[in-house]
């Protein structure tokens, strides 16, 4: 395609990550209207991305993972013909903190009583406040101002009076959030956990992944699309005074439709104009928009030697910060560490970073665990459509522009992980929140015959 390719479409969703072409697809199922999709980056897929090693082993270097209670993701993968396969081997997991490891689950043969009950009952009102925080709108609850004036990390040394319980919980949380608590709005961290649950977040939402990669779903979608789709066409435009559409401007062309489905982390939006201007509040929330990123990284052996000398498959390092999973093949054709480094890591030069994974490796799996065959690493904050695979909002946005977040302007209709009331951050959170832009702009568009558009 050229640059003065110009189209007319009725639905043009703006990228192609599980949540846009979720979108997509629900809407070409439909059947009635015309779609198309741009992407700013050179493949489809988001924050899921398939890569082969030169050992010819297929690892993920973002999401990965699902489990029983994703039921759109689930859906989906099936309508698509996308297999799920387990998750993780079963086996015991620990924490290590002060040169100790125990086993997660409390209460822990060697983990100290009094730190237990002070993890249990910090646990506890945290839970209690979850239940005050409605999904769909964080913004409403009873005290969201109080909760989202304050940051996860002032709520966490507030209600934890031991170190070892406060760092457990540190743990858990950035566990699942992947950033600084101090960065990220308690409002945010409760919206987050309630959006699943804590027994989900932390017990079953790595149950499963997808056999091919969780990237086959969003690859398979973009078969059907075909030329309904560009590659590195990041948006530079998008005009809300073309009369009876919306146009977007593109390094590959001009799309004018008549609904917008912007399926993007909010931060992403940054470089794009807009005419005229969003309201304040979209405005706001873009520009103030928070994302923080594990750095992954895939270790592979020639078989899981580990698995007859500990009954350890999971283990995160509360004084360093380093989580690893146990994922080899169930006939352990080859052995497979995967691990994330949090974000406090991210300066160390890359052969430091190495020796960091190499030796915590030896640690908890034992001899031999430092010398992979291969050691591959993938930071999300260096992406440069993405910045960071996960999102928190910091204190107080929440508040000044939360009821931004799925509210449509005018044509333009909000898709991504981040404004989803339900698995927020999750692969599953991004596939909801597609299929209601899909739903609401089929709603505008339905029982009226396409109109043609006139490109300006």
């Not at 493949?43 to 990965?64: C, K, Q, W, Y």
């Not at 209600?159 to 858990?172: K, Q, V, Y």
């Not at 992403?268 to 994302?291: C, K, M, N, Q, Y």
Request: hydrophobic share 40%.
């Amino acid at each position: 395609m050229s640059k003065t390719t110009a189209l007319s479409v009725d639905v043009l969703v703006l990228g192609a990550g599980p949540s846009g072409l979720s979108a997509a697809w629900d809407i070409l199922k439909d059947g009635r209207h015309s779609v198309h999709v741009v992407e700013a980056s050179e493949r489809v897929g988001g924050r899921t991305f398939n890569h082969t090693l030169p050992s010819d082993i297929l690892i993920e270097r973002g999401g990965a993972w699902a489990g029983p209670t994703q039921t759109a993701l689930l859906a989906l993968a099936k309508d698509l013909g996308v297999v799920i396969k387990d998750g993780k081997p079963e086996g015991k997991t620990f924490y290590g903190f002060g040169g100790r490891w125990n086993k997660v689950e409390f209460p822990s043969e060697t983990a100290p009583v009094e730190a237990q009950r002070d993890f249990e009952r910090a646990m506890a009102r945290f839970e209690m406040l979850c239940r005050t925080v409605p999904t769909d709108a964080p913004w409403t609850a009873p005290a969201a101002e109080t909760l989202d004036a304050m940051s996860v990390g002032d709520w966490i040394r507030a209600n934890t009076h031991l170190d070892e319980s406060r760092a457990w919980f540190i743990g858990c949380i950035r566990k699942l959030q992947g950033g600084d608590p101090d960065r990220v709005s308690l409002l945010w961290m409760l919206h987050f956990v309630r959006s699943a649950s804590f027994e989900d977040l932390l017990d079953t939402a790595e149950d499963y992944r997808f056999v091919g990669g969780a990237q086959s779903i969003s690859l398979n979608i973009a078969s059907k699309l075909g030329d309904r789709l560009w590659l590195n066409a990041p948006a530079t435009l998008i005009d809300r005074t073309a009369g009876d559409c919306i146009a977007v401007e593109t390094p590959r062309g001009r799309v004018a439709a008549r609904q917008l489905i912007v399926a993007t982390m909010p931060a992403s939006l940054r470089g794009v104009v807009f005419v005229p201007e969003l309201p304040a509040d979209h405005r706001h929330l873009i520009a103030e928009w928070g994302t923080m990123s594990w750095i992954k990284f895939n270790a592979i052996y020639d078989r899981p030697f580990w698995r007859s000398k500990s009954s350890g498959r999971q283990f995160l390092c509360l004084d360093r910060l380093v989580e690893t999973f146990d994922i080899s093949p169930r006939d352990e054709s080859w052995g497979e560490i995967v691990g994330f480094i949090l974000p406090d890591s991210s300066g160390r030069v890359a052969a430091d970073r190495a020796a960091y994974c190499r030796d915590f490796l030896r640690e908890v799996y034992g001899e031999g665990a430092d010398t992979p065959r291969e050691l591959a690493f993938f930071d999300w904050n260096e992406q440069p459509w993405v910045g960071g695979c996960v999102s928190a909002t910091r204190p107080g946005l929440l508040i000044e522009s939360g009821s931004a977040l799925r509210e449509p302007v005018g044509r333009i209709h909000w898709a991504g992980t981040e404004r989803s009331a339900t698995w927020v951050n999750y692969i599953e959170g991004a596939v909801r929140a597609g299929q209601r832009a899909a739903r609401e702009t089929l709603t505008l568009l339905s029982g009226a015959h396409p109109k043609e558009l006139t490109v300006k």
